[in-house]
C-alpha cells in the first residue's frame, strides 16, 4: 500500500507528465482509489455498501462518486484532519453547515492549479498586470478561491497587481482610476474575481454611467456564478455588459468553473456565445450521468455531472456535483445547477421541510 | 392529441386566449390547451356564477343535487363510459403515473363520493342534511338553516389526480356556486367532472367554472378574492401564506398546505405470518402516489420485541416495494427529483459510517429505497418517490415525544396495532397533532367524510342562521289565528 508521502509524489508526477492516455489516467485513477479505499475510511464504508472494491472497480469511471454534501456531513480526508496544512470551506448553506476539503500539502493544489491556469488563461503572455475582485488569503483562509487568485496574482500577476475588495467592499473608485490608467498606458489588464462582484462593479458603472476601452490583450475571469450575491443576470447579457462596460471582447471573457470540493478548475475559452464549452487538463475527466443510476448518458443528453479530478490526492477522486450538464465536442456545456424539487401539492419535502421547522429546534 | 381543459359558463365570449401544456409518457404526448380569461371577462364570469349560484342552485334541494353527483360519480366508475376511457388514457400521460395505478386509485377515490358515502358526508357534518334545505327545529329550541355562500373559490393541487373532487363536492352539497383553479401538473380531471355534471343536468351549467390563471397573479387573485365568500386552498405553506395575504379579512380563508405522515407497526403484527402481511401494507402506502400525497408516509416506526424485527422487517417492506415496481412501475422523474433522490440516498449510504447498524435497501435502478434506522426516531422526510424510513421503538412514549415539535405538519398516521394499542397510541398520537388513524394500507384512501386535517367538509362552508325560541314565540302571538 503506498504511503501518503508516496502517492503525493505519484500525482505530482502525473501533473508533471504532458503526456497521459487514457490508460495512463485509468492507471493513476485507480491506484488512487485503492489509496482513498485504504484511508479514508468513511467513503470505504460508502464504497463496500455499494459493492465497490478495489477488486470490483476496473476502470476510473467504476469509482463511486460522492455527492458534494457528504463533505458537510462526513470527514473525508486520508490523513488526520489536524495535520492538514489548510482545510477549505464552502460557502455557507440553508442549514449554516459548511462542507470541508483537507489538504495535507498545497503543492499539489498549486501545482494543479498553476499548469492549467497558465495554460488556459494566460496562453503565451508570461505576466499582466491584474486586479482582484475578491478579499486576500489572510481575509478568507477557508477560501480555496482567494488561494486560487493569491496564485494567480503572484506567479503571473505584474508588480503593480492589486486587490480591489477591502473589507468585503469594492473599491470602486480605485478601481476606475486603474482602468483609465490602463486605457491611458495601452498595456493589457487583467480583472480576476466572483461573478457577483463584476455585477456589484457593472451597477456602479451603470450609475456612474461610466464606460472603459481597455488595450488589446487584456481579459477577464469570473467564476462562482451569483451565489444569490447579487442579482441574477443571464449569462448572455452578463457577458454583453461585461463587455460593453469594458470594452473586453467577449471572446476574452473566460469563466473558471471550480469548487471547494475539487483541487483542479475547468475553464472555456471564452464566451463569444453561452452557453461555453467547458474543459480540464489532462488529470481530470467529466461524465454526465443519470443520478438514479448513474450509468452515462447519451451525447447530447442533459445529466448530472461528476468530475474525477486526480489532483484530489487526500479526499476523493470522484464527486457527484448538482450541476445539470451535456457532453458535448471538446468537453461539457453547464446549464446550472438543479433548482430545488418543488413538493406539487401538500406533501412535504425535506428542504421546505427544514426551511419550516427551522427555529422549532430548541 | 389535443385536450382542452377547463370549464366556462356562458359568457357571451366565443373565443378565449389559451395557454397550452405540453404532457409527454413514453413517447406519447398530449397538449392540454386551457383558457385564459382576461380581467374583462373574469368579472362578468364572476356575476354570471353568483346569479346563477342564487337563482339555480340553491333551488335544487341537497337530495336532488346528490342524485346528479351520484349520477356523474357512477358514469366516471363505468370503465365503458366516455368519460372514464379518456380519464384512463390522458391521466397516465399527464400526472406520470402508471396506468393501473390510475386506474385502482381513481376507483377507489371515485366511490368516496357515491350517494351514500355522501350523505355520511352531510351526517357526519349536519347532524340533519334538510338543514340545507330548510329552516329545522333544534333540541335547544329554535330553528336553524344552513345557509351556503354564492362564491367559492378552490386552489387546487395537482399531486394526486382527481384531489380537487373533494372540495368541490362538498361546496355543490352545500349549494355555493364554485370556480376552481386548476394545477398545470394536473389541468383536466376537475373540468371533465364539471362537464359531465352539465350533461346530467344542464340548469348547473352556469353555476361554477374551471379555469387557470399564474398562480401568484397578484392583482387578478385580490380582485376574484374579493367578490368570493370562501377560499379553499392547497399547496405548500408559502403559497398558502401569499394566498392569505390577499384575502380580505371578511373572507373565509381554508389553507390544506403541508403536511407529513407515518406509518406505525406494532409488535403484535409482527408474527411471521401477519408481519408479511404488514409489509404488503406499508409498501402499498408508499407506492400509491409515489408518495405525493399529505396523507404518504415517510417514516414508518416500528416496534422491538415481535417474532419479526424491524430490521428484517424493513427488508420486508423492500421487498415488497420491488414487486410493486414490476407491477406499478414509479413515473419517470425529472432531473431535480432525480437528484435529490439520489443525494437523499447517498447521504444515508454516508451515516452508514457512523452508524453502522443501519441499513439502506435499494435495487440499481434507485427505483425505491428502504432505509432502516436503529438510534434516532425523529420524523423526517423522505425524499418522495418511494422512499422510506424504518425506525425502531420499544415504548410508544418515545415515538411521540419527539413528534410535537411538528405538531403543525403532522397528519395521517397508518396504524397496525392491536385494539387497546389502537386507542391507547390514538390518545397519544392525536395529543401530539395527528388527526387521522386509519389502517396500514388505507393511508392514501380517506374514508367519506373524514375530517381532513381535523376539519369538516362542509361545515367550514356554511354559515348557520338561527331563528330563537323568542322570535318564534313572539310569532305565535302575532299570528291572524292567534286567540
Redesign the interface.
Known amino acids: 500500500m503506498m504511503t501518503q508521502k508516496e502517492m503525493i509524489e505519484s500525482t505530482v508526477q502525473f501533473i508533471n507528465c504532458n503526456e497521459s492516455s487514457e490508460e495512463d489516467f485509468n492507471q493513476q485513477a485507480l491506484q488512487l482509489f485503492r489509496y482513498h479505499y485504504q484511508y479514508n475510511?468513511?467513503y470505504r464504508?460508502?464504497c463496500s455498501?455499494?459493492g465497490k472494491t478495489p477488486r470490483t472497480v476496473k476502470t476510473w469511471r467504476d469509482i463511486p462518486p460522492?455527492?458534494i454534501?457528504?463533505f458537510k456531513?462526513?470527514t473525508l480526508s486520508c490523513c488526520d484532519p489536524e495535520q492538514a496544512e489548510a482545510v477549505y470551506m464552502t460557502s455557507g448553506t440553508t442549514q449554516g453547515i459548511r462542507g470541508k476539503h483537507y489538504h495535507p500539502t498545497l503543492d499539489i493544489f498549486d501545482r494543479s492549479m498553476i499548469k492549467n491556469f497558465q495554460e488556459r488563461f494566460m496562453g503565451n503572455t508570461d505576466k499582466i498586470r491584474m486586479g482582484i475582485l475578491f478579499p486576500t488569503e489572510q481575509e478568507m483562509p477557508n477560501s480555496s478561491l482567494a488561494r486560487y487568485l493569491k496564485l494567480a496574482k503572484e506567479r503571473f500577476g505584474t508588480e503593480d497587481s492589486r486587490y480591489f475588495i477591502q473589507n468585503h467592499k469594492l473599491d470602486v473608485e480605485g478601481l476606475q482610476k486603474e482602468l483609465r490608467n490602463a486605457e491611458v498606458t495601452g498595456e493589457p489588464y487583467a480583472l480576476l474575481g466572483a461573478s457577483y462582484s463584476f455585477v456589484h462593479l457593472l451597477e456602479e458603472l451603470e450609475r456612474g454611467n461610466q464606460t472603459f476601452t481597455l488595450p488589446k490583450g487584456s481579459k477577464i475571469l469570473d467564476t462562482g456564478g451569483f451565489k444569490k450575491q447579487s442579482k441574477e443576470l443571464e449569462l448572455d447579457e452578463f457577458y454583453q455588459l461585461l463587455s460593453t462596460y469594458l470594452g473586453v471582447n467577449r471572446s476574452a471573457c473566460i469563466n473558471m468553473y471550480g469548487m471547494t470540493e475539487l483541487s483542479t478548475q475547468l475553464y472555456d475559452n471564452g464566451n463569444q456565445s453561452v452557453p461555453a464549452v467547458k474543459s480540464g487538463p489532462s488529470w481530470i475527466k467529466t461524465r454526465v450521468v443519470?443520478?438514479?443510476?448513474?450509468e452515462e448518458v447519451a451525447k447530447g443528453e442533459?445529466?448530472?455531472i461528476v468530475h474525477c479530478d486526480l489532483a484530489n490526492m487526500n479526499s476523493v477522486s470522484t464527486i457527484?456535483t448538482?450541476d445539470?450538464g451535456v457532453e458535448v465536442e471538446g468537453g461539457f456545456l453547464l446549464l446550472g445547477r438543479?433548482?430545488?424539487?418543488?413538493?406539487?401539492?401538500?406533501?412535504?419535502?425535506?428542504a421546505?421541510?427544514l426551511k419550516?421547522?427551522k427555529g422549532?429546534?430548541? | 392529441m389535443r385536450e382542452i381543459a377547463g370549464y366556462i359558463p356562458n359568457i357571451g365570449e366565443e373565443s378565449f386566449e389559451t395557454k397550452v401544456l405540453l404532457f409527454e409518457r413514453n413517447q406519447e404526448t398530449i397538449e392540454v390547451e386551457i383558457p385564459i380569461l382576461t380581467h374583462e371577462q373574469m368579472s362578468r364570469l364572476i356575476d354570471k356564477i353568483k346569479h346563477s349560484s342564487r337563482k339555480v342552485l340553491k333551488s335544487f334541494s341537497v337530495n336532488e343535487l346528490m342524485n346528479i353527483i351520484d349520477e356523474a360519480i357512477h358514469r366516471l366508475l363505468e370503465r365503458d363510459s366516455s368519460y372514464r376511457q379518456k380519464a384512463e388514457k390522458v391521466l397516465p400521460i399527464v400526472t406520470g403515473y402508471d396506468e393501473e395505478m390510475i386506474r385502482l386509485g381513481l376507483t377507489s377515490y371515485l366511490k368516496t363520493f357515491r350517494k351514500h358515502e355522501l350523505q355520511r358526508f352531510l351526517v357526519e357534518d349536519l347532524g340533519n342534511p334538510l338543514l340545507l334545505d330548510d329552516f329545522q327545529p333544534r333540541v335547544k329550541g329554535g330553528f336553524s338553516k344552513a345557509f351556503s355562500p354564492d362564491l367559492i373559490t378552490h386552489i387546487w393541487s395537482g399531486n394526486v389526480p382527481g384531489l380537487p373532487l373533494w372540495s368541490f363536492i362538498s361546496s355543490l352539497l352545500v349549494k355555493a356556486g364554485n370556480i376552481g383553479k386548476v394545477s398545470s401538473a394536473e389541468p383536466l380531471f376537475a373540468g371533465w367532472f364539471a362537464k359531465l355534471l352539465v350533461e346530467i343536468e344542464p340548469r348547473l351549467a352556469d353555476c361554477f367554472a374551471v379555469l387557470w390563471w399564474k398562480g401568484g397573479e397578484e392583482e387578478r387573485e385580490r380582485f376574484i378574492f374579493q367578490q368570493t365568500d370562501i377560499v379553499v386552498g392547497y399547496g405548500g405553506n408559502e403559497a398558502m401564506e401569499a394566498l392569505r395575504s390577499r384575502i380580505p379579512i371578511t373572507k373565509r380563508f381554508l389553507p390544506f398546505g403541508h403536511k407529513l405522515s407515518f406509518g406505525i407497526v406494532s409488535k403484535t403484527s409482527l408474527d411471521s405470518l401477519k408481519a408479511l402481511q404488514a409489509a404488503h401494507l406499508a409498501a402499498l402506502d408508499v407506492m400509491r402516489y409515489d408518495q405525493q400525497g399529505c396523507y404518504s408516509p415517510h417514516v414508518f416506526y416500528v416496534q422491538k420485541g415481535g417474532n419479526v424485527s424491524p430490521k428484517e422487517f424493513a427488508r420486508y417492506i423492500g421487498h415488497e416495494l420491488e414487486a410493486f415496481n414490476r407491477r406499478f412501475p414509479r413515473r419517470k422523474l425529472s432531473m431535480a427529483e432525480s437528484m435529490e433522490m439520489a443525494a437523499w440516498k447517498n447521504k444515508e449510504e454516508m451515516n452508514l459510517f457512523s452508524n453502522p447498524n443501519n441499513e439502506v435497501l435499494g435495487n440499481n435502478q434507485n427505483d425505491w429505497t428502504v432505509v432502516f434506522e436503529d438510534s434516532d426516531l425523529s420524523l423526517t422526510p423522505s425524499s418522495l418517490n418511494r422512499v422510506v424510513k424504518v425506525k425502531e421503538f420499544d415504548h410508544i412514549e418515545e415515538v411521540t415525544k419527539g413528534l410535537l415539535m411538528h405538531r403543525d405538519y403532522l397528519q395521517t398516521v397508518g396504524i397496525a396495532a392491536s385494539p387497546s394499542e389502537l386507542f391507547q397510541w390514538s390518545h397519544l398520537l392525536g395529543s401530539v397533532g395527528v388527526t387521522r388513524m386509519t389502517a396500514l394500507g388505507n393511508m392514501t384512501s380517506p374514508e367519506a367524510g373524514w375530517h381532513h386535517d381535523g376539519r369538516f367538509n362542509v361545515l367550514d362552508l356554511i354559515n348557520m342562521v338561527d331563528i330563537e325560541a323568542s322570535a318564534e314565540q313572539l310569532s305565535e302571538e302575532l299570528a291572524p289565528y292567534a286567540d
Open positions: 475510511i468513511p464504508t460508502f455498501q455499494k460522492v455527492p454534501n457528504a456531513d462526513v443519470n443520478p438514479l443510476t448513474g442533459r445529466g448530472v457527484l448538482e445539470v438543479v433548482e430545488g424539487t418543488e413538493a406539487k401539492g401538500c406533501s412535504l419535502a425535506m421546505e421541510f419550516a421547522s422549532l429546534e430548541k
